[in-house]
Nanobody, 115 residues
Framework: QVRLVESGGGLVQPGGSLRLSCAGS????????MAWHRQAPGKQRELVAA???????NYADAVRGRFTISRDNAKSTVFLQMTDLQPEDTAVYLC?????????WGQGTQVTVSS
């Protein structure tokens, strides 16, 4: 059974930082591209960042230079370090992996940026 469990969300002031974690199980973590998406109220889900099995990364323009995605294959965990957070970053952040059986999603973790 595939599981993706996110943690690390919360309330932060503008300019603050958070580090999200996503622990994966039930699949060969190190052989798959892992990604973070986010969904804000009333908006479509969007890709935030992704990291391949070869550690190549890509980022949405809105977060490039502020967010960093990384992975620890020994711990089957992918991270999203978020800095200089802004109110427009407020969203539910979801961990994602695309397997042969189709896309798999975590339950999400809420990030709220507000003063």
């Amino acid at each position: 059974q595939v599981r993706l469990v996110e943690s690390g969300g919360g309330l932060v002031q503008p300019g603050g930082s958070l580090r999200l974690s996503c622990a994966g199980s039930g699949f060969i973590f190190g052989k798959n591209t892992m990604a973070w998406h986010r969904q804000a109220p009333g908006k479509q889900r969007e890709l935030v960042a992704a990291i391949s099995s070869g550690f190549m990364t890509n980022y949405a323009d809105a977060v490039r230079g502020r967010f960093t995605i990384s992975r620890d294959n020994a711990k089957s965990t992918v991270f999203l370090q978020m800095t200089d957070l802004q109110p427009e970053d407020t969203a539910v952040y979801l961990c994602h992996v695309y397997l042969g059986t189709g896309p798999q999603w975590g339950q999400g973790t809420q990030v709220t940026v507000s003063s």
